[in-house]
């Protein structure tokens, strides 16, 4: 049908007479196959055509209708459309519909853009249901844990909806919506003495939303996964040890060694994640899947079961998706950024019998060049499983093109096709940097986009343009519980005496916590460290700033935990200085030189000299992150040396908007 708004008024009169005649269900099967456009122009025939184009029952089929077709994705958490009231239901279906067109045109550039800039670096946050936004921030003097309405947001209020403070940097975090409530199990803390898991929600109280804490435990870190009552850590009093945590009752299930033991390369540092399948525990590290009972009952233990090798993984995102049938285990499906570019693993019930290789294929190939052979990393996958997205570096990383957005279809078969991709630039100098270090999350469904990073800069991008606020409140409010309250978190900042702010001098006072260990060193190896010479030419990289050599041990190489240097020593020949440090419960060495390798020994009082050569080779377990290293070090300096159109230092940016909330309590 062509577009009503261009027929004279005796046609639109017949147009009106003809459908009218055909009764009301008859005009809601015809309205099913027109256009969205046609139906709004179709209301404004006549009294009787615009009723029948307002009736409820019109929008829940056309959603119906919408989910059935291959690709198309609704909202999840979306239990009951008839519950919608109808104009909520149309701005949904007119939404999803505009969002579907620009993934077939391949245009995902956003129509909108709201900013929030925050006064401390962000280290997590998670996009909810469409419309509530969790963002974790902080720098070395306080730690805090913020929520926003995006409802409001979208109407130019930025106010946070609740926040409170946290006695610690939130390294990692999981959310899950349960019977109770909304759930974050956020992982604090670096060192053995500041190690946590505080279990959160957010709940309505006095007529304000308060984040209130649910349980607390002391001496795990690192969280891979929270799923009901389990949560899976991977820090343990400063060691790695992968163990999962019944939060409830704080029962702790230790998961034993698989065949070959834990102390081999590739299982010494921090697996890429842990979830549950099926009922059995998996853990994914680098190339392999480790499948493990979990009790039935509390005085049972986690046993193993099975491992299956993988293409060498460097990131990885857990797809979730429905089995076409209740008597069938949906698979395990696991999309992976690879050195061959984007792989997705299936895993089926049978796969665990079959053989030792899990399936995989390739649904995207990342274009190879010398200099950049990882230019893809933060992937993300939304809530249906069935889409997905990660940032690019281009090919080569070149700080005169900044990095964008590429969005993907993920594949539901091993047969389909490579998928085509969507990219997207943020590169406006008001957006926030991609090369900063970001944490990303987006809602597939109704095609949200949010972005932050070191420097405080929080972005919320619409690639829809139809009023994003008619979909507000899809799901239920999940705050409104009359459980009682629970502690709160403090509202006033807790002192954290973290390391040094990059904008500061490196303080050589740090040095003196160096060198502690009571252990036999002879030459070559020294602790003089910041002598004119022989010192130690990198003392200032081991704070864990971003992009530091701390940084990148915990990120590149999957060691999080306190580094504490404890010698170095040169090498004359190749110009190179070795560093031995200690974390968690392993010595390593680091060598820095044209090509840097990392080496380490048991932590074990049988090791007298402490001779580099006698070390195990420790390999990368994420490559990308050196892509973003190299990226943040172009770029940086590009814009602080004004090779850009203006010139800049965002760390001083975010310094300035600290000082004025410091002032003003508010967020600029």
């Given at each position: 049908m ?23 269900y008859?005009?809601l099967?015809?309205?099913l ?8 122009s179709?209301?404004q ?6 009723e ?5 029952i019109l929008?829940?089929?056309?959603l119906?209708q ?9 909202p999840?958490?979306i239990k009951r ?6 104009v909520t239901l ?6 999803i519909?505009r ?10 550039a ?5 900013h ?14 469409g419309?509530w936004l969790?963002v974790?921030y ?6 805090k844990i ?8 979208f ?5 946070p909806l609740?926040d409170a403070?946290l006695p610690?940097?939130?390294?990692t975090?999981?959310?899950?919506i349960?019977d109770d409530?909304?759930?974050?199990a956020?992982g604090?803390?670096?060192?053995c003495?500041?190690l946590?898991v ?10 304000h939303?308060v984040?209130?804490e649910l ?5 795990s870190?690192h969280?891979l996964m929270l799923c009901?009552?389990f949560i899976?850590?991977?820090?343990r009093?400063?060691?790695i040890?992968?163990?999962v945590?019944n939060?409830k009752?704080?029962l702790?299930?230790?998961i ?7 102390d081999?390369?590739g299982?010494?540092?921090v ?7 099926s009922e059995?525990l ?6 392999t899947?480790?499948?493990y009972?979990?009790p039935?009952t509390?005085?049972?233990s986690?046993?193993f ?11 990885a995102?857990?797809?979730n998706?429905?089995s ?6 949906a698979?395990?499906?696991i999309?992976?950024?690879t ?5 997705l693993?299936?895993?089926?019930r ?12 390739c649904?995207a190939r990342?274009?190879q ?6 230019p893809?990393?933060?992937?993300c996958?939304?809530e ?6 990660w940032?690019t ?5 070149n700080p ?13 078969e091993?047969?389909?096709p ?13 957006h ?8 990303v999350d ?7 986009t949010?972005v932050?990073?070191c420097?405080?800069e929080?972005?919320?991008y619409d690639?829809?343009?139809?009023r994003?606020e008619?979909?507000?409140?899809l799901a239920t ?7 009682p309250i629970?502690p709160?978190?403090?509202n006033?900042?807790?002192?954290l ?10 303080d050589?006072s740090l040095?003196?916590q ?6 036999p060193?002879a ?13 130690y ?8 700033v ?11 190489y ?6 504490i240097?404890q010698?170095f020593q040169?090498?004359?020949v190749?110009s190179?200085?070795?560093l031995?440090?200690?974390s968690?419960?392993r010595?390593?060495?680091?060598t820095?030189g044209?090509n ?6 048991p932590?074990?009082?049988t ?5 580099v050569r006698d ?6 377990t994420?490559?990308t ?6 990226l943040?070090?172009?770029m ?14 965002r760390w001083?940016e975010l310094?300035?908007?600290a000082r004025r ?7 600029g």
């Open positions: 062509n577009d009503l708004s261009g027929f004279g008024a005796s046609q639109r009169h017949s147009v009106a007479m003809t459908l009218t005649s055909l009764g009301e008859l005009i099967l015809v309205c196959e027109l256009p969205l456009g046609d139906i709004a179709l209301r025939v006549c009294r009787t055509l615009c029948a184009t307002r009736a409820k929008w829940i089929k056309f119906e919408h989910v059935r077709d291959e690709g198309k994705v609704l999840p958490y459309y008839d519950s919608l009231d109808t149309e701005a949904l279906a007119r939404r519909s969002l579907d067109r620009k993934w077939t045109v391949g245009d995902l956003p129509v909108n853009v709201w929030l800039r925050l006064p401390q670096s962000i280290t997590w946050l998670r996009l909810v249901n419309t969790f974790a902080s720098d070395n003097h306080a730690s913020s929520c926003w309405d995006l409802s409001l947001v109407q130019g209020f930025i106010e609740a403070f610690g940097q939130v390294k975090g999981k959310l899950e349960q409530g909304v759930v974050l956020l604090l803390g670096i060192d003495e500041s946590s505080h279990v959160i929600t957010l709940r309505q109280h006095r007529g939303h984040f209130s349980s607390r435990i002391e001496g870190s969280v009901g009552s899976a850590c991977a820090l009093k400063g060691a040890e992968p163990h945590i939060w009752n704080h702790v299930l230790d034993p060694p698989p065949p070959g033991g834990s081999i390369p299982r010494r540092s697996p890429h994640l842990m979830t549950i399948w059995l998996v853990v994914l590290r680098k190339d899947l480790e499948f009972n979990l039935s509390t005085n049972s986690i046993s079961v099975k491992i299956l090798e993988t293409p060498t993984i460097w990131e995102a857990i797809c998706t429905l076409a049938s209740p008597c069938r285990v698979p395990l499906r999309i992976a950024i050195s061959l570019g984007v792989e693993c299936v895993v089926e049978h796969t665990l019998d079959d053989g030792p290789t899990c399936p995989s294929f649904v990342t274009p060049h010398p200099s950049c052979k990882d893809w990393y933060r992937l996958i939304g249906t499983g069935r889409r997905g997205l940032i570096a281009n090919d080569p990383p005169r093109f900044p990095p964008h957005f590429i969005y993907m279809t993920v594949p539901l091993s047969s389909d490579e998928m085509s991709r969507i990219s997207w630039s943020n590169d406006e100098s008001d926030p940097a991609l090369w900063g270090i970001p944490v987006f809602d597939e469904a109704l095609g949200l949010v932050g990073n420097f405080g929080l972005a919320v690639h829809v343009g139809v994003p008619g979909c507000a409140g409010d999940f705050t409104a519980r009359k459980n629970l709160l978190l403090p006033m900042p807790i002192s005496a973290l390391s040094a702010h990059p904008l500061t001098e490196p050589p040095v003196l160096w060198s502690q260990d009571d252990i060193l030459e070559p190896w020294s602790t003089n460290w910041i002598a004119e010479y022989p010192g030419w990198n003392w200032d990289q081991w704070q864990g971003p992009c530091d050599f701390a940084w990148l041990f915990e990120h590149a999957g060691f999080p935990g306190a580094v240097p010698a040169d090498d004359d190749y190179w200085q070795h031995l440090f200690r968690g419960g010595y390593f060495v680091f820095l044209s840097p390798e990392l080496r380490s020994w932590l074990t009082p090791i007298s000299d402490f001779d070390a195990d080779p420790e390999a990368y994420r490559r992150a050196l892509t973003e290293c190299s943040y070090a172009a940086f300096s590009r814009e602080t040396q004004g090779q850009g159109e203006i010139k800049r230092n001083i310094a300035d908007r909330v410091a002032g003003n309590s508010q967020i």
